[in-house]
């Protein structure tokens, strides 16, 4: 009882509706010595957010081709970037948990059709008040006939969107999904200010977030100021922020042992133990659904050949890849996007391993000869160009010829990814399996990166993904979505050989509260909403 009513007293310290003099009284009462009880007090006023000060953060992402458009995201940067003006209905929290964010609430009582209940006087930076138009001209703009977004395929379930009273969403789905209010929360579908029945997606002055976009130079920094009419009590500490792109890691990793920003991502697995020793500098290092990929794509060829596919994942050393790449900051991949953090993971499917035998077996089936292009940059995840050459040398002990290709840094999520045959790529992973199959393997998706549309396993793999949407029997879902993973694993496009850690470095003049998140990297794309300066 004497501890519980300790933390109790801490919190309060830490919110401020107690003072330290309160502090030491009641804590002193309790038979707590005064040094004790300045120790806890100082812990308690320490977690305590504090307003102010100029954070200056880089990414190992960013491209000259960016654009605040967000259906036009594809990289870590403008994810983050994206966090500091916008908000979205939904957010995922510190602690990994669903929340309303736009949205006060969301309800459903048969998973089809879900109401969501919009904050009251939630203003955008160009003063506008949101409305519901708001909301939906903003999520309409992904749903066109023409629309490029890559949120599209997300949004295809939606089949009919209307205001509900002054301050509600109604959305019916053409099938139900239990997962849908995640969607909500995906980086792409950022609610922006409406006139005249339009949304203009590039208005820096168009979103509700805690800082204003002042300046955005493409693949390069953007620049911002608190938001006083945050309506987020308790977040957005900073007066003031610079964000960077800075794709070469060891340029990023000096510039914070210089103290030029304070915080950056995508260490370097090979250097985290001499970073760590710097005195002015934390590592840290969580595991969520981060994961590396080397999509194949189908309508590119040679990979249409299911054997020539089944011959390059069984070429692949794993381990190695993790031990050598990612320095054991990491785990094996199944070639399938669900990690152990997701619900429905697939334990029991036998781990895939290198078999030069079955590689070079199903190798001569498939009839092909010659070299096989595998393009590469470190752009995609510190280490892929490695990583490319370690599976070309494991491919060589199989009779198989894999040239690297070592693509512009710059660039790449434009010119590479998504349109060469076969390249290295990351997913930061999805909390849930339907949001993680629904961006990136059902034949709806923009991206769609292996273009796996046309075999009989991936016409039954569509079907299972909308029919486990709906489920709402437990163990029938889990049925579902344990086949779906076997047949991406079997003959999908994409080899997965391993998932990484985030790991982060950060000047130790920043307070990361105790719980980040791990859906993104850098707490869930939100730090600069969630951390302050010590």
Not at 132 to 144: N, Y
Not at 156 to 169: L, N, P, R, W, Y
Request: hydrophobic residues 35%; glycine residues 8%; charged residues 25%.
């Amino acid at each position: 009882m004497k501890d519980k009513f300790i933390k109790d007293q801490q919190l309060k310290l830490s919110r401020g509706t107690i003072d330290r003099r309160q502090f030491m009284t009641s804590v002193l009462a309790t038979g707590i010595a005064v040094p004790a009880a300045l120790t806890l007090a100082k812990s308690a006023e320490a977690a305590t957010p504090k307003k102010g000060g100029h954070m200056k953060a880089a990414q190992g992402h960013g491209s000259t081709t960016d654009t605040l458009d967000p259906a036009t995201f594809e990289n870590g940067y403008m994810n983050n970037v994206s966090y500091t003006f916008n908000n979205h209905l939904t957010e995922v929290s510190s602690n990994g948990e669903l929340i309303g964010e736009l949205a006060e609430s969301y309800e459903s009582s048969d998973a089809k059709t879900w109401m969501f209940n919009l904050r009251k006087g939630v203003e955008f930076h160009n003063g506008k008040t949101m409305t519901p138009e708001d909301v939906i001209l903003s999520l309409q703009h992904h749903m066109g006939e023409d629309s490029k977004s890559a949120a599209k395929g997300l949004l295809t379930q939606v089949e009919e969107m209307k205001q509900d009273g002054s301050h509600g969403v109604k959305m019916v789905l053409k099938n139900a999904n239990a997962d849908f209010p995640y969607i909500m929360s995906d980086y792409h579908l950022a609610i922006r200010a409406s006139k005249d029945g339009k949304v203009d997606m590039l208005d820096p002055k168009g979103g509700t977030g805690a800082y204003y976009l002042n300046k955005f130079e493409p693949g390069v920094r953007a620049e911002g100021t608190r938001n006083p009419n945050f309506f987020k009590d308790g977040s957005g500490h900073f007066d003031s922020y610079e964000h960077l792109s800075i794709l070469d890691v060891t340029a990023r990793q000096q510039a914070l042992m210089n103290g030029d920003v304070y915080v950056i991502d995508k260490v370097s697995a090979k250097t985290v133990n001499l970073l760590s020793r710097a005195p002015n500098i934390n590592i840290k290092e969580v595991t969520g659904t981060l994961h590396y990929t080397f999509p194949m794509r189908l309508d590119v060829e040679p990979f249409g050949n299911y054997d020539l596919r089944m011959a390059l994942k069984l070429s692949v050393k794993r381990q190695e890849l993790v031990d050598k790449v990612l320095f054991g900051h990491g785990a094996l991949g199944n070639d399938h996007p669900i990690s152990t953090a997701n619900r429905y993971h697939h334990s029991s499917l036998p781990q895939r391993e290198f078999n030069p035998e079955k590689a070079a077996e199903h190798y001569k089936k498939s009839g092909h000869s010659g070299p096989i292009k595998l393009s590469a940059a470190d752009a995609a995840f510190n280490g892929a160009v490695d990583a490319a050459q370690l599976m070309a040398n494991s491919a060589k002990e199989c009779g198989i010829n894999i040239e690297v290709v070592r693509e512009p840094k710059d660039g790449y999520w434009s010119n590479v990814w998504n349109k060469k045959g076969w390249s290295a790529c990351y997913w930061g992973g999805r909390p849930t399996e339907d949001w993680m199959f629904s961006a990136a393997y059902t034949n709806d998706t923009e991206w769609n990166d292996t273009a796996w549309k046309g075999t009989e396993s991936s016409k039954k793999f569509n079907g299972l993904v909308k029919a486990a949407k709906g489920e709402l029997d437990d163990a029938k879902r889990r049925k579902m979505y344990e086949e779906c993973q076997t047949l991406v694993h079997d003959d999908g496009g994409t080899i997965c050989p391993m998932f990484a850690n985030y790991i982060m470095g950060v000047n130790k003049k920043i307070v990361i509260p105790e719980n980040i998140a791990a859906n993104w990297e850098l707490d869930g794309g939100k730090m600069l909403e969630r951390w302050w300066f010590a």
